[in-house]
């Protein structure tokens, strides 16, 4: 299984003394985007950008809140993206893993910088 828990520090990147705030998080490269339940986005004082369609994994479409900018941090990894609002778990899809340049490691199910660097 390629889905691992991790602890991901996330920040209103728009407001410069936002305080970061700590989550565990999903992080499952079948996923594309970043996505936070509601609960985070209030936390984190986002505001909604505009409403994005969401295909879920039942093949529905949904349209759902689409917020920004987070600053993402991992280690010593960073990332800035957007994020769907849907759920009830932070959940770190395939754009910001990349972004941060991170694998998941099969064996000890951790996430992990990858090795060859990033790709272009």
Known sequence: MNIVIETLTLRNAS????????YRAV?????????????????????????????????????VPYVGPIEIRFKDRVAFCGALVMGDEVLLGALPLEDMNLIINRRTHTLEFSPTGARI
């Open 27 to 63: 992080a499952d490269p079948a996923c594309t985007h970043l996505c936070i339940p509601e609960s985070a986005r209030a936390q984190l004082g986002l505001a909604v950008i505009e409403l994005k369609p969401a295909f879920l994994a039942d093949d529905t479409r949904r349209l």
């Open 15 to 22: 407001l410069p003394d936002a305080t970061a705030l700590e």
